[in-house]
Structures are given as structure tokens and as C-alpha cells.
T-cell receptor, first 112, second 113 residues
């Protein structure tokens, strides 16, 4: 157990639907990062939150959004899902700054 | 962040052989991190290198940061089946209140017993 909790572990949904992925960071970590991992694209950075505020955006589609709540857990919302959104979605946390990240076990999203 | 290039993409070795993966950048890196992802698992932080020419060891793993801070390598001596997985290098950056990691595509290590 890495200390970063992601739910659900697996999700199967139809095209056009909306899903919410949840992440609880490691205790004491203020930064949360979301990454998408697909076979052909590797680990792609989506978005970063630090202590409730959005800090950086990567290759995140407009159909995707995220937030970090006062208790520091974060949610990634994916809407109008397409087949190409099928991937592993990882959440990672860190204390902030240039330090190693702790990754959760991921959510495998399958869009059918 | 800059795109870091990793080679090779795949590496097949016999158990007991050595393995090396390389990470290259066209620009100077502030620092580099290495992660390992087992099949079906999540990336796990291995190490961070910051100084020019830095060499760090973790048991059979040796990490190096180039003198010009434009390349890094991970060398595994006498591979074991537990070393199977994908090894990623990642460039870390910080600025404007944000920090993040840009990952290389990874090197998949396949070990034949």
C-alpha cells in the first residue's frame, strides 16, 4: 500500500457517459497530480493541485475537469467519454516541490 | 517540461545478464528522477539525481547523471526475475508555483529465465 488511495480500481462505461475518479493523497502530502497512461502515449500529465488550488495543467481535454477538496482528496471528472479515453488513470501525491511522487494503484477505465 | 528520450524501448536479457537504460535530453536538466513500474502495477519512485556527474547505488542498481546534466542512465547488475518491469526517467520542473514531472516513454525490461 503506497498510501495513495484511488477508487474505483476498474470502471467500464459507455461512450457519452460521465465518470468520476477519486484519489486520497498520502498523509501530509499537499500536492496531487493526475496522469493518464495509455499503451501508445506513456504517462501523460493532466493536472496538478496544491492545497486546494489548481497549479498546473498538462494535456487535459476540455471534457475533463478536476478539483481538490479541503480534506485534500481529489476527483477527476471525465465527461462525454470516447473510446479513446480508455486508459489507466493514476493519481500521485507529493509534499510539493521537486520530490519523488507516490502513485496510487490507478483506475482502469474502459469505454465501450 | 522538456521531453526526455529513453532508449531502448524494449530490452530482452537472460537472467543474470546486466541491463542499462539511457535517458537523454537536448537541454540541460535541473534534475532527473527514476521510477519502476511492474506489469499491472503503478510507478514506484526509485531515486532522484540532482548534481552533475552524480552516481548513486541501490544494491544492484546504479544511477548516473551526466556531467553536462543532459543524460542519465540506470544500470542493473546481474538481473533477476524481480527486475521485470518498465523503467521510466522523468524530468522534474518547478516554477510559477507549479511543479511537475515529464516522463520518458520508458524501457520495458523482459527477462528470460
Amino acid at each position: 500500500d503506497s498510501g495513495v488511495t484511488q477508487t474505483p480500481k476498474h470502471l467500464i462505461t459507455a461512450t457519452g457517459q460521465r465518470v468520476t475518479l477519486r484519489c486520497s493523497p498520502r498523509s501530509g502530502d499537499l500536492s496531487v497530480y493526475w496522469y493518464q497512461q495509455s499503451l501508445d502515449q506513456g504517462l501523460q500529465f493532466l493536472i496538478q493541485y496544491y492545497n486546494g488550488e489548481e497549479r498546473a495543467k498538462g494535456n487535459i481535454l476540455e471534457r475533463f475537469s478536476a478539483q481538490q477538496f479541503p480534506d485534500l482528496h481529489s476527483e477527476l471528472n471525465l465527461s462525454s467519454l470516447e473510446l479513446g479515453d480508455s486508459a489507466l488513470y493514476f493519481c500521485a501525491s507529493s509534499v510539493g516541490g521537486i520530490t519523488g511522487y507516490t502513485f496510487g494503484s490507478g483506475t482502469r477505465l474502459t469505454v465501450v | 517540461g522538456q521531453q526526455v528520450m529513453q532508449i531502448p524501448q524494449y530490452q530482452h536479457v537472460q537472467e543474470g545478464e546486466d541491463f542499462t537504460t539511457y535517458c537523454n535530453s537536448s537541454t540541460t536538466l535541473s534534475n532527473i528522477q527514476w521510477y519502476k513500474q511492474r506489469p499491472g502495477g503503478h510507478p514506484v519512485f526509485l531515486i532522484q539525481l540532482v548534481k552533475s556527474g552524480e552516481v548513486k547505488k541501490q544494491k544492484r542498481l546504479t544511477f548516473q547523471f551526466g556531467e553536462a546534466k543532459k543524460n542519465s542512465s540506470l544500470h542493473i547488475t546481474a538481473t533477476q526475475t524481480t527486475d521485470v518491469g518498465t523503467y521510466f526517467c522523468a524530468e522534474s520542473y518547478s516554477g510559477g508555483g507549479a511543479d511537475g514531472l515529464t516522463f520518458g516513454k520508458g524501457t520495458h525490461l523482459i527477462i528470460q529465465p
